[in-house]
């Protein structure tokens, strides 16, 4: 996998992203379960006001046709985002109010190891990562965002985690990175998320529980 810094010129970050779904097509199928898991999940509240966390941002579209979706059954939308790379949140922050002006955003500039950077933040109804969580340092840091959440979402709220659960051939079998369902599933039950469901597509699997 090129790194972001391998790619230049004015759309660098679209590029990047098509060069991740290239490498991992199944990122397509996944996101649609990501959306859809929402969609459902918002058919069983009756909040007017929604709001929403996305942990490693990417381009930012994603989050926006996630807002677009919820937008037709709400009358208030707040979005933040967090991420360790701060051109990626000014370009995923300006994707959203281009496209959706009308919603409130904050950028959470900061390390997910930390997981004391999601404490103190106002509480959230919805939260969802695609393919970042793999990326910190391993499963004490994974267990540590999930406790996090937990005390971030609202009651009833959803937490949408969709990441890679095979290991790569390059990771540290010492110091593993991307887990099985079944680790996500028993650490968020263990934590006192409910209503856990999983749908895999290759490498990657997206996950959802209720807080
Ligand atoms: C592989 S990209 C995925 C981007 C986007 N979610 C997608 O799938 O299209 C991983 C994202 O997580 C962010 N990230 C990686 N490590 C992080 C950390 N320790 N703390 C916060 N964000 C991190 C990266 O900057 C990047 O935005």
Redesign the pocket.
């Given at each position: 996998m090129a790194p972001l810094a391998d790619f230049t010129g004015p759309n660098y970050i679209d590029d990047w992203?098509a060069h991740?779904d290239s490498l991992w097509p199944e990122?397509e199928l996944i996101r649609q379960h990501l959306v859809e898991a929402i969609a459902v999940w918002q058919e069983t509240t009756s909040l007017q006001a929604i709001s929403l966390l996305e942990?490693?941002?990417?381009?930012g579209k994603?989050a926006l046709d996630i807002l677009h979706r919820l937008q037709a059954h709400t009358t208030h939308l707040s979005y933040m985002a967090?991420?360790?790379?701060g051109d990626?949140l000014h370009a995923a922050l300006a994707e959203i109010h281009r496209g959706l002006p009308a919603c409130a955003t904050t950028a959470l500039l900061?390390?997910?190891?930390d997981p004391a950077i999601l404490r103190d933040q106002p509480q959230m109804d919805l939260v969802f990562?695609?393919?970042?969580l793999h990326?910190?340092h391993g499963l004490v840091a994974l267990r540590g965002v999930y406790e996090a959440l937990y005390q971030l979402l609202s009651p009833g709220g959803l937490l949408v985690n969709a990441d890679f659960i095979v290991p790569f051939e390059k990771d540290d079998a010492s110091n593993p990175r991307r887990f099985p369902v079944d680790v996500h599933h028993s650490i968020l039950e263990e934590l006192g998320f409910t209503e856990f469901t999983s749908q895999t597509e290759g490498k990657l699997a997206c996950m959802t529980a209720r807080r």
């Open positions: 992203i991740l990122r942990l490693g941002v990417g381009n994603l967090v991420d360790i790379n990626l900061g390390d997910l190891n990562s695609l393919q970042t990326d910190l």
